[in-house]
């Protein structure tokens, strides 16, 4: 196949990109570069299955040529990003979304939109199945990203359904691993970028909130069968062990040997953050044959070992 990624520099969509050309296809990146990152791709350079576009997919797309699937995995993805790039963060969860179903269309070629967990906002059910339609505040801080891509789900099943076109929707949630940035905000680049300096750990609030998180591999594995499945509604792709964010913090510390400790400061650091995280997986299990398996230890650790050779190279 010959497809294309948005996005394709970022932390999730160079993983993408890396599975797609280990299996011999041709794949195309489209990124604008505000958050995504070219070192992500440098492994990739003189490979001639691989082509890089500088370009901003809220305006026109043109890629010249036969394309076979689009994978639209474009946005600012943290708290720290989206709130940085409010604006940005809108118009590529609806023009973005808008111009990459648009190239499908024309090309004749199966889209996948990359959606998140955030449209569930702070969670009323829990876990969360596909079929809860969320607790979102619409001018919250929060609101430019879970609105965005609630409005680019929207979107993606209009042209499902005026259209005929194929599509699949991914509901990501938390997502770690080697590329995260360091200075992206999640708590896992938080918790490991402050362990690995040997620094206290900051927990906001008193760490009960909870959240469940996933290595990238699982999420690609997820992506992938989903990709090539029959199955246009949306779907969870997500680990359902759940930890409290305090006693995430604590197996950071224990992985990585850091005895800084925890310090807890008050105020949440981003008003609205959700409570509670974790999905339903009934539906990729049933439909894709799909569970996570890559534990939590060693997840970290593979993380952990990342973040110490960035660290080590940038000084």
Known sequence: MRILITGGAGFVGSHLV????????????????????????????????????????????????????????????????????????????????????????????RFMLASTSEVYGNPLEHPQKETYPG??????????????????????????????????????????????????????????????RGEALTVYGDGSQTRSFQYVDDLIEGVHRLYFSDYSNPVNIGTTFELTIRDFAELVNEIAGNEGGIVFKEKARIEGDPQTRRPDNSRAKEILDWQPTVSVQDGVAKTIAYFREALQSSN
């Open 18 to 109: 890396d599975r797609f050309l280990s299996e011999g296809h041709r794949v195309v990146v489209m990124d604008n570069l505000i958050t995504g990152n070219l070192n992500n791709l440098n492994h990739h350079i003189g490979n001639i299955n691989f082509e890089f576009i500088h370009h901003d997919v809220s305006n026109f797309i043109h890629v010249p040529g036969d394309i076979d699937g689009i994978f639209h995995f474009a946005s600012p993805a943290d708290p720290e990003q989206y709130l940085k790039y409010p604006i940005q963060t809108l118009k590529v969860g609806a023009l973005g979304t808008h111009n990459a179903l648009g190239l499908a269309r024309v090309k004749g070629a």
């Open 135 to 196: 607790n979102v505040d619409p001018i919250g801080p929060r609101g430019v990203y879970d609105e965005a891509k609630r409005y680019a789900e929207a979107l993606v099943m209009a042209y499902h359904r005026t259209h005929g076109l194929e599509t699949r929707i991914v509901r990501i949630f938390n997502t770690y691993g080697p590329r995260l940035s360091m200075q992206d905000g999640r708590v896992v680049s938080n918790f490991i970028r402050q362990a690995v």
